[in-house]
């Protein structure tokens, strides 16, 4: 008689929640079980092995990126316009 093989091995969690939850993951804001289901999922599935290893690449390549400039919003220069025209004309029109 043949021996037959144990039942494969079935993530707890699916592809699309390794996705929901890879930023959680790797910021370390996820519990005790979460942790665990993720890390057995990723030792299982090289797809999102790949994925959440993608995703750390990036927030690190980010970390050392300078600082973008902040833009002025729409009314900060619309104030700012303001301001400047009340200046030009003292009777303010």
Not at 15 to 34: F, N, P, T
Not at 43 to 65: P, S
Request: hydrophobic residues 40%; charged residues 25%; glycine residues 6%.
């Amino acid at each position: 008689m043949a021996q037959e093989e144990g039942p494969a091995i079935v993530p707890e969690i699916t592809c699309q929640e390794i996705a929901q939850w890879a930023s959680a993951y790797l910021d370390e804001h996820v519990g005790d079980e979460r942790k665990r289901q993720i890390a057995v999922h990723l030792a299982i599935c090289a797809g999102c092995e790949t994925y959440v290893k993608q995703i750390a690449t990036v927030r690190d390549v980010v970390k050392v990126l300078p600082k973008a400039v902040e833009q002025p919003s729409n009314s900060q220069r619309l104030r700012q316009a303001f301001i400047a025209r009340t200046r030009r004309s003292p009777s303010g029109g």
